[in-house]
């Protein structure tokens, strides 16, 4: 394995968990969509820090995108709140207004100007050997894998020390508050990680493998276990087999590595859906058994 | 679960996995990548038989939609040399390779062009499309070949006495591109297109150009271009739109009907090479090929 692979699988391996372990609260939370949904509210953020700075450089886009994703998430935590909205029906009322609003933006103020996610924020997973930093003369690794490896440690740590809260805010949010839980802010704290990971992994390998990789392995991991705990180590098992499998893969097909490393973790679901069907019949696949209720709190 | 063995199982998989890599091949020749088939053609003209020149984008690929395979990292890796348009045509892309030159030898061809001959669309944004302007490109083109025959001394009277010669080529192209398009009686020249690629086309050759989208090829059009087009071309009672090979036509397939609507008989003047060209191997899969197409294909349909 050259140091490039190693990089780009590196990188990618890190995201796929940090997306997958987010993934499963969102899952469980009925808010599987939000990484799509924040792939699109950016573009207002993208436009507007366009418009003030006259530039398109990265990290200006980064910081109007970040501030844009996390106020995306924190609308849709209001929305669904106060206004009681169903969960999937406040990000699309969120997100939709503020990719209009950033179209809009756009139309009327830059209109004949290249200004798009797809082509000023989103990373190539390709290209990250080709950023990497130097130390003296030794190629070091891109500045987004350092990114990538301290978001996965910030997850990871916030995870582990507040299993327990996540675990109770997420499945029963009202024995949370009966126990003095401020489930609000746990629930806050939890988007404003995945908004952040989010926007900061778009920056570094764009948005299909971040959008996918929130959704499909715990989605798959969530078939296979009833317990909060096996189900997290399982999709980030899922997010890095799929990860380093869809590296090889788009190497030896010579192909998109984020569309390949999507299609390996989508294997692996439909492995799990048939695994789940024909070893484990007991449960069998029904409305009341489809929900957050398969899955107790342990 | 039992641990043990998804960790076996974990250690065989990367095991598996780090075994599948290829062993390196020694390279003999200079190797250039280029970002888009242009540039592409360009530096083989410069280099000859000297270089062997990979073009990343293929024949008909947007430069704004492109996406890298894994491959691609290997031949920017591999290549001595990379080249490619500049003012963020690549997307971010460009801002990588802009970094990347601090480690090798990367050049954009934007560079050889002066500042105030480019066309303007923001404060600070500059239209990309450099080259439907034949001497506007021949710019770029001997900037490229400067650098080259810097990067390789071992064959810089080759690449500097190809490069005399293809000059004369674009030369005599520019000039072939102005007499054609004077046949046409100046109130009929305007090209209508579905992507606004040929700014500086029209500002180069005296024709006036309208196009229903912006420049990105994301960004969407408005339902008052369309009207404002179709009104445009009713009152100048222009022969022929045209399409672009590297876009989809469904826009221009709009203004059609809403200009047919009004009693006003324009046709589909054909299809224009705008961001990549031909097929390899054809006439047009060449710089000088695709411009001499699109010429062709402009005189035909509004004379």
Same mark, same amino acid.
């Given at each position: 394995?050259h140091?490039s692979d ?120 390709v290209?990250?050997p ?66 952040? $990971?989010?926007?900061? #992994?778009?920056?570094? +390998?764009? @948005?299909? /493998?971040?959008?996918? &990789?929130?959704? =499909? ?7 296979? $276990?009833?317990?909060? #705990?096996?189900?997290? +180590?399982? @999709?980030? /098992?899922?997010?890095? &087999?799929?990860? =380093? ?6 190497y030896?097909?010579d ?13 692996? &679901? ?29 | ?21 290829q062993?390196q ?8 990548v ?35 395979t894994q491959g691609d990292l290997q031949k920017l890796q591999d290549a ?224």
């Amino acid at each position: 394995m050259h140091f490039s692979d190693f990089i780009i699988v590196f990188t990618a391996s890190c995201i796929a968990i940090t997306c997958a372990l987010l993934g499963c609260f969102l899952v469980l939370r009925k808010m599987a969509m939000m990484g799509d949904a924040i792939s699109h509210s950016v573009l207002p953020g993208i436009a507007i820090a366009y418009l003030l700075s006259n530039s398109r450089d990265s990290w200006v886009m980064l910081l109007g995108a970040t501030a844009f994703g996390i106020l995306t998430t924190l609308l849709i935590e209001q929305v669904h709140q106060r206004m009681r909205v169903q969960e999937d029906a406040s990000i699309g009322l969120v997100f939709t207004a503020f990719f209009s609003i950033g179209v809009i933006i756009i139309s009327a103020y830059a209109e004949n100007i290249d200004l798009d996610q797809e082509c000023v924020l989103y990373g190539e997973m390709v290209h990250l050997p080709l950023q990497s930093l130097y130390w003296g003369k030794q190629a070091i690794g891109p500045m987004a894998m350092y990114n990538a490896v301290v978001m996965l440690l910030l997850v990871l740590t916030a995870i582990v020390l507040a299993f327990r809260r996540l675990q109770v805010c997420t499945f029963d949010p009202g024995f949370a508050v009966s126990l003095g839980i401020s489930v609000s802010v746990w629930h806050y704290l939890l988007m404003s990680l995945v908004s952040f $990971t989010t926007v900061v #992994s778009f920056e570094a +390998v764009g @948005a299909i /493998l971040v959008v996918a &990789f929130l959704v =499909v392995p715990s989605s798959a991991a969530f078939l296979l $276990t009833q317990r909060l #705990s096996h189900m997290l +180590v399982l @999709a980030a /098992l899922i997010a890095l &087999f799929s990860a =380093v499998g869809g590296y090889y893969l788009a190497y030896w097909l010579d192909a998109s590595i984020a569309g390949c490393m999507t299609c390996v973790a989508g294997l692996f &679901f439909l492995v799990a859906f048939l695994s789940q069907r024909l070893l484990n019949k007991t449960i069998p696949l029904t409305k009341e058994n489809t929900g957050t209720k398969a899955i107790g709190i342990n | 679960m039992k641990w043990p063995k998804i960790f076996i199982w974990c250690s065989v998989w990367l095991a598996f996995m780090s075994a599948c890599t290829q062993a390196q091949e020694k390279k003999e020749r200079l190797m250039v990548v280029c970002t888009t088939g242009m540039l592409a053609d360009a530096v083989q003209q410069i280099t000859g038989p000297d270089a062997e020149v990979i073009a990343l984008m293929g024949p008909g690929v947007d430069p704004h939609l492109y996406k890298a395979t894994q491959g691609d990292l290997q031949k920017l890796q591999d290549a001595d040399i990379i080249v490619y348009n500049g003012l963020h045509l690549e997307g971010k892309m460009s801002e990588v390779l802009e970094a990347l030159s601090a480690h090798k030898t990367v050049i954009a061809a934007s560079d050889g062009i002066d500042p105030s001959s480019l066309r303007m669309l923001g404060a600070k944004v500059s239209d990309p499309h450099i080259w439907f302007d034949v001497k506007l490109w021949s710019k770029a083109v001997a900037h490229l070949a400067k650098q080259l025959s810097q990067a390789d001394t071992l064959h810089r009277a080759d690449y500097l006495q190809r490069h005399q010669m293809y000059q004369r080529e674009l030369l005599a192209l520019d000039s072939l591109v102005r007499t054609s398009l004077s046949a046409i009686p100046p109130p009929q020249r305007v090209l209508i297109t579905a992507h606004d690629a040929f700014g500086y086309f029209g500002a180069a050759y005296q024709m006036e150009v309208r196009g229903l989208q912006g420049l990105s090829t994301v960004s969407d059009y408005g339902l008052n271009d369309v009207t404002t087009l179709v009104d445009f071309i009713v009152e100048r009672k222009i022969n022929a739109i045209f399409t672009e090979t590297s876009v989809s036509d469904k826009s221009i397939q709009a203004v059609l009907q809403g200009c047919n609507s009004k009693g006003h008989q324009v046709k589909l003047g054909g299809s224009l090479y705008s961001d990549a060209m031909g097929a390899t191997g054809t006439p047009e899969g060449t710089y000088s090929g695709m411009v001499k197409k699109n010429v062709e294909t402009i005189v035909n349909a509004l004379l």
